[in-house]
C-alpha cells in the first residue's frame, strides 16, 4: 500500500523588481494623463471663452438668457 503525502508549494516574494516593460507602461500612462489634462484644459478654456463672447456680444447676462430662450422658441 502506498502512503499519501501531500505536498504544497508557497513561493514567498520579498520584493519585486520592475522590468522595462512595466517602467515603459508605467511612464505611458504618466505622459496619456498629462495629455488628457492639458486637452480637458483647453477645452475648458474654450467654453469661457465662448461664454465671455456670448456674454460680451449679448449685452450682459440677463439678455443672454433672454436670448437663449428666443432661441430655443
Not at 45 to 68: D, F
Request: hydrophobic share 50%; proline share 1%.
Amino acid at each position: 500500500m502506498k502512503t499519501a503525502t501531500a505536498t504544497t508549494r508557497i513561493e514567498i516574494r520579498t520584493g519585486y523588481l520592475a522590468s522595462d516593460k512595466s517602467q515603459a507602461v508605467a511612464e505611458l500612462q504618466k505622459s496619456s494623463t498629462v495629455v488628457l489634462g492639458l486637452a480637458s484644459l483647453l477645452c475648458g478654456a474654450w467654453a469661457v471663452a465662448c461664454m465671455t463672447a456670448g456674454l460680451i456680444a449679448s449685452g450682459g447676462p440677463v439678455a443672454l438668457i433672454v436670448n437663449y430662450f428666443n432661441a430655443l422658441s
